[in-house]
């Protein structure tokens, strides 16, 4: 959706930015829903589930940029706009950190 319909009226980087609060807020609701639903998760359980998560995560979007993109790691790094860019990878900490964070509030027993 980004790319058919933003990028042509505001550019790659707002779009990417515009997109960013609405990613964010599907990860946030995730990450409240999965934890929500295993309430025996530690803090070390609810860790790990961001962590792989993330390797998870960054498998697909680099299988992507190398197959259908025919880009190299390097490449994809390059075009990536330094703002934008940026404010993904601060995306990509809260998207790991996410089932941690949220399981903070209100469990006092599964630390």
Known sequence: MRTLWLVPFVGE?????IETPFMVIVVW????????RMKALTLAHRL???VLALLLLLLAELGV???LRDQSLGEYVATRDPVS?????????LF??????VGRKGSRSTG
């Not at 980087?13 to 930015?17: F, G, K, Q, T, V």
């Not at 940026?86 to 900490?93: D, E, N, P, R, S």
């Not at 790991?96 to 964070?101: D, N, V």
């Open 13 to 17: 980087r707002s779009a990417e930015l």
């Open 29 to 36: 609701l995730a990450a409240r829903f999965i934890v929500g």
């Open 48 to 50: 790990a589930i961001g």
């Open 65 to 67: 940029v190398m197959l």
């Open 85 to 93: 860019g940026a404010v993904y990878l601060l995306a990509l900490a």
């Open 96 to 101: 790991a950190a996410a089932p941690t964070l």
